[in-house]
């Protein structure tokens, strides 16, 4: 079983920057796709960007890009979100999420492991 821990979060001002990380242990060689999702409170958790296995392929969701960068390194286990120009409503807890098979998608329900979130808040 693969475990995820996410690390990073934060309070930060609006226009602020953060880079959360996330690490991997385990069979880390079942994880293939990674990704970063987002829920803030009353709402679902959305797609933020996903990684492939080799860092060739990233996608990012509509309001996040420009602003965030996904990256991995796959000899220290570890994936990275670099935000930058934060907004208040990019506050949320952040999670980590890594599928068996290298394919980038948007859903949640196509990634089988989890990390249980870091919480990133930016003020106005």
């Known amino acids: 079983q693969v475990q995820l821990v996410e690390s990073g979060g934060g309070l930060v001002q609006a226009g602020g920057s953060l880079r959360l990380s996330c690490a991997a242990s385990?069979?880390?060689?079942?994880?293939?796709?990674k990704t970063w999702f987002r829920q803030a409170p009353g709402k679902e958790r959305e797609f933020v960007a996903a990684?492939?296995?080799?860092?060739?392929?990233?996608v990012y969701a509509d309001s996040v890009k420009g602003r965030f960068t996904i990256s991995r390194d796959n000899a220290k286990n570890e994936m990275y979100l670099q935000m930058n120009t934060l907004k208040p409503e990019d506050t949320a807890v952040y999670y980590c999420?890594?599928?068996?098979?290298?394919?980038?998608?948007?859903?949640?329900?196509?990634?089988?492991?989890w990390g249980r979130g870091t919480q990133v808040t930016v003020s106005s």
């Open positions: 999420a890594a599928s068996r098979v290298d394919t980038l998608d948007l859903s949640a329900n196509s990634y089988d492991y």
């Open positions: 385990g069979p880390t060689w079942s994880s293939q796709a």
């Open positions: 990684i492939s296995f080799i860092g060739r392929e990233t």
